[in-house]
């Protein structure tokens, strides 16, 4: 994908109205800290337009970032944040669902699991319950540079049944530090997300 720009264009609170927009939408779930809006820079060339933060808890909103007036992605809150009131849990619990669930042009949620750690049961939870949505989520495994190559296969393998992912199911490493992983995510996103409607030829005469 050539990024030729890039705009935060909505940004949702938990009483916020959704947008209803007319462009496809690629999100990212995770839990907080995990990376999403790490991935989202890496995705977009920028070092720091999506804010990222080493405390957790940064991304509070749904942001849709409009990138060349093709499609969106969308960075959601994290999930599985201490810090955090059990009263603000279950908001952002009900803005992701009323997202997830209300939306017409989500065309895929990719989810993040951060490759050092087995799934916690938040993963699991988000998983199951993106999957009961009716998507199957893409997963990728962060922080890859934070890890031994020798360990990556076996990281892999507890991610799959940490989750008990839906075999087949995808799952892509990823560093925003190395950016590997990187050109596979928009391969993906561009061949199989964004195929483009065919526009028809009407000759007017
Ligand atoms: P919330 O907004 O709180 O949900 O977090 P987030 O998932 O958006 O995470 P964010 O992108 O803000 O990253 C959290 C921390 O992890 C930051 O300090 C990042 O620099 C760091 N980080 C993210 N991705 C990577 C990675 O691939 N490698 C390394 N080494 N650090 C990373
Ligand atoms: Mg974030």
């Known amino acids: 994908m050539i990024i030729r720009n890039v705009n935060l264009e909505t940004v949702c609170g938990i009483t916020s109205m959704l947008p209803e927009n007319t462009l496809p ?27 990222i933060s080493a405390t957790p808890g940064k ?58 750690h087995d799934p916690s049961a938040n993963d699991k939870m988000m998983y199951d319950w993106i999957v009961a949505q009716g998507y199957y989520p893409i997963i990728i495994a962060t922080k890859l540079d934070k890890i031994k190559r ?12 940490g989750l008990n992912l839906v075999p087949g199911t995808k799952i892509i490493p990823f560093s925003s530090v190395t950016k590997q992983g990187r050109d596979d995510i928009w391969d993906l996103v561009e061949s199989e997300y964004l195929i483009e409607e065919e526009v028809e030829q009407t000759d007017e005469n």
């Open 59 to 116: 991304t509070q909103t749904i942001n849709f970032y409009n990138i060349n007036e093709e499609m969106y992605l969308v960075d959601l809150p994290g999930y599985g944040y201490a810090k955090v009131s059990e009263q603000e849990k279950v908001k952002w619990g009900q803005l992701i669902e009323r997202y997830l669930h209300g939306s017409k042009q989500l065309q895929a949620v990719f989810l993040l699991i951060d490759i050092r």
């Open 150 to 161: 020798s360990q990556i296969d076996k990281q892999i393998k507890a991610i799959k049944t």
């Open 25 to 51: 939408e690629i999100a990212f779930a995770g839990k907080s800290n995990v990376g999403k809006s790490s991935l989202i820079n890496a995705l977009i060339n920028r070092k720091s337009y999506a804010r």
